[in-house]
């Protein structure tokens, strides 16, 4: 019988088309093909996998970038690829929408948790288990946010399935009484199979549409223009963080609760 290892060691490459050896120890998430262009083109490296359903690219330093697509099952599988070889850590970079009065579109948000309403990471732990990102990881982010004197929220997400939900009166209302500062669809997958395959794991998280308000629905030409305005200040904040943790911030070490 084939190992699990021997599995993702073989579906990794499968999926992203880069071969094993080409990935890094530091790993940077994404729901966004361009991410991984501009990536490719600011350090001058190849990006693999334009015809598979991932599309990765790594530096000379070591670092990699991943499109792993949208929605929680594609999170739960790169975080399981990933145990292929067992990166340091891993920060995804997705956007949100904002539900307080206090996150506004641009903000970013540091999640101290995120609440697990998409279902699929119920395959990997009990519903009890909180789905947390690593907290040394997000703390060495922050400083890189202070340092650029950008605005910042944290707050519980909560991570659905659902992608159409805004005129769902009952969803609403749900959203409401759990309290979570914005709502998105993979970091609670990332932050719990992360959990379970122990890989130390964190999310930034941009503010891209406030969908409780009828004009803040996110439509294709609000998102252009959030991605216009921050999508790169969102890329090299993840650079950043993840090309000087390993040699100014603290030792990450997963701990099972």
């Not at 990765?56 to 690829?81: C, E, K, Q, Y």
Request: proline letters at 5%; charged letters at 20%.
């Amino acid at each position: 019988m084939i190992t699990k290892l021997d599995l993702v060691q073989d579906w990794l490459p499968r999926y992203t088309g880069m071969p094993l050896n080409q990935f890094g120890e530091y790993v940077l998430l994404t729901n966004f093909r361009g991410y991984v262009t501009r990536f490719a083109e600011k350090f001058s490296c190849a990006v693999y996998g334009i015809d598979r359903p991932m599309q990765a690219a790594t530096n000379t330093d070591g670092l990699t970038i991943i499109n792993f697509g949208i929605g929680s099952p594609n999170a739960a599988t790169v975080m399981d690829l990933l145990t292929a070889y067992t990166p340091k850590a891993v920060l995804f970079l997705g956007k949100c929408g904002g539900l307080k009065r206090s996150t506004e579109i641009g903000h970013f948000i540091l999640p101290i948790g995120a609440i697990r309403g998409e279902g699929t990471s119920d395959d990997y732990l009990p519903k009890l288990v909180p789905a947390l990102p690593s907290f040394k990881l997000h703390k060495f982010v922050s400083e890189k946010l202070v340092n650029r004197h950008l605005d910042y929220r944290t707050g519980v997400v909560y991570t659905t399935n659902r992608r159409v939900w805004e005129h769902d009166d009952d969803f609403r209302r749900q959203l409401i009484e759990y309290t979570p500062i914005a709502i998105d669809m993979e970091t609670a997958t990332i932050f719990a199979v992360g959990h379970k395959n122990q890989i130390a794991r964190g999310a930034l998280l941009l503010v891209s549409d406030l969908p409780m308000t009828p004009e803040g629905v996110k439509t294709q030409l609000s998102d252009q223009k959030v991605s216009q305005d921050w999508s790169d200040v969102h890329l090299e904040i993840g650079i950043e963080s993840l090309s000087k943790i390993d040699e100014q911030g603290e030792q990450i070490k997963h701990f099972q609760y």
